[in-house]
């Protein structure tokens, strides 16, 4: 377990480490006879080794360039509101999205919907029709644990991957906070369930070098991706502490610490069917091939979140796969905090931890629809983690 400290009691122990570091620089024969400190910091070590990786999944993140479609179209008699291309923040927006299409859906006047897709989309708007009085069924060709979502990180992301910087325009600006603040809201309310569906976890930004050392990416020549977090939700992001080598027990490493949301995304897609079920939901596995098929629906107000799929049913190309792979590794209880180091990420998922090759920039698996497991990528990012545990730390 990581030790409990008190605030200041953290800050003492980085005073101290700073002072030692000063010290070291002049005087190299006192080291031996200096005390020593003992980190304030101890996180108790991931066991991190490839014999304890369970499964590797590959999926692909159905990310467009302008955004998620959130736009309505009629085919034959059918009204279709989409809710999809969410990128990599689809769980993160799915509750703020979701409400706008069910708004949209609503206004259509019916009250027996349908939802296409039973992903973090489909389930999000099919709970929400339920609780503006439709009644609903979801038809969808795989079903949890079998869905693109049940493969993703499971952290607040609501702005991975989520469109490119030049498409995000004041108007998308608005509607992406919109989203962002009442999916986080809602999230809320999810908090202390039993199985923690969704719990607040410390992470950890992990670097050999001091923040005024770390050199500068090479250029990239590609249009950036949005960041908006920052200057939009700024607000909803807690303060960071840092932590220098000696104020901890990862070596000599500079750490920032900050409060992550994460879900645990077994228990989190169990109660949201659940609820659907309870709530007296109806689901049909049904495969569409063309937009005309969904004519066979008995309901004439239709979702469709359908994700990468919609590529496919709605013959929309501007949905472009990015694939990203995760290590799932035999769960460890008593591991309650993430990293990042050198290109990997670590979520202490309940449900099995999540090692994450991620690479240098957004670009990582962009336009990459393998979906062939790379076990030696899989290997280097667990063996990436371990290196922060490796004894020559102590
Ligand atoms: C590696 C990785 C990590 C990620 N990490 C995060 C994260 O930490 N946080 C976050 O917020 N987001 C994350 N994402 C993004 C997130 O997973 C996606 O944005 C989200 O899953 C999209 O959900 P969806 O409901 O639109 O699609 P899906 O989950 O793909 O669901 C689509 C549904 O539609 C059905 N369907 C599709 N086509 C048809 C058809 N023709 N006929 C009938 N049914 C059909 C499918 O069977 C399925 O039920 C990650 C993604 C990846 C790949």
């Given at each position: 377990m990581r030790e409990p400290i008190g605030r200041r009691q953290l800050l003492a122990g980085a005073g101290a480490a700073l002072l030692l570091g000063g010290l070291e620089g002049c005087t190299g024969t006192l080291s031996t006879q200096r005390p020593r400190i003992e980190p304030s910091l101890r996180l108790a070590p991931v066991r991190a080794s490839s014999d304890r990786i369970t499964r590797i999944t590959v999926c692909t993140r159905p990310f467009r360039a302008q955004g998620p479609r959130l736009d309505t179209e009629t085919v034959g008699s059918k009204f279709i509101v989409h809710n999809y291309g969410h990128g990599g923040s689809g769980w993160s927006l799915s509750w703020g999205s979701s409400a706008i299409a069910v708004r949209k859906a609503m206004a259509s006047g019916e009250r027996e919907m349908a939802v296409v897709g039973c992903?973090?989309?489909?389930?999000?708007?099919?709970?929400?029709?339920?609780?503006?009085?439709?009644?609903?069924?979801?038809?969808?060709?795989?079903?949890?644990?079998?869905?693109?979502?049940?493969?993703a990180t499971g952290v607040w992301s609501p702005d991975s991957r989520i469109c490119l910087a030049e498409h995000a325009t004041p108007a998308f600006k608005q509607s992406w906070a919109d989203m962002a603040r009442t999916s986080y809201e809602v999230y809320q309310n999810f908090l202390g369930l039993p199985g923690a569906p969704v719990e607040y976890i410390d992470t950890y930004f992990v670097s050999d070098e001091p923040p005024s050392a770390r050199g500068r990416r090479a250029p990239d020549t590609r249009p950036p991706f949005a960041e908006l977090q920052r200057e939009l939700i700024g607000d909803l992001i807690p303060q960071s502490t840092d932590f220098a080598p000696g104020s901890h027990s990862l070596g000599a490493r500079y750490l920032r610490r900050n409060s992550l949301m994460m879900f645990n995304l077994s228990a989190y897609t169990r109660l949201l069917l659940g609820d659907f079920i309870a709530n007296g939901g109806k689901i049909e596995i049904a495969e569409f091939h063309t937009p005309d098929d969904l004519r066979k629906l008995r309901e004439k107000t239709l979702?469709?979140?359908?994700?990468?799929?919609?590529?496919?049913?709605?013959?929309?190309?501007?949905?472009?796969?990015v694939r990203g792979q995760l290590a799932r590794a035999i769960p460890q209880p008593d591991i309650d905090y993430g990293l990042f180091y050198k290109g990997v990420s670590f979520v202490p998922r309940r449900d099995g931890l999540v090692f994450q090759a991620v690479g240098?920039?957004?670009y990582y698996g962009f336009d990459d629809d393998t979906a062939v497991p790379d076990r030696a990528e899989a290997d280097r990012a667990v063996t990436t983690i371990a290196q922060l545990f490796e004894r020559s730390n102590a």
């Open positions: 992903g973090a989309l489909g389930l999000t708007s099919a709970l929400l029709l339920q609780r503006n009085g439709a009644r609903v069924t979801i038809y969808a060709k795989e079903l949890p644990p079998n869905v693109r979502s049940s493969l979702i469709n979140a359908t994700g990468f799929g919609a590529r496919a049913l709605f013959g929309d190309k501007t949905v472009i796969p240098e920039s957004d």
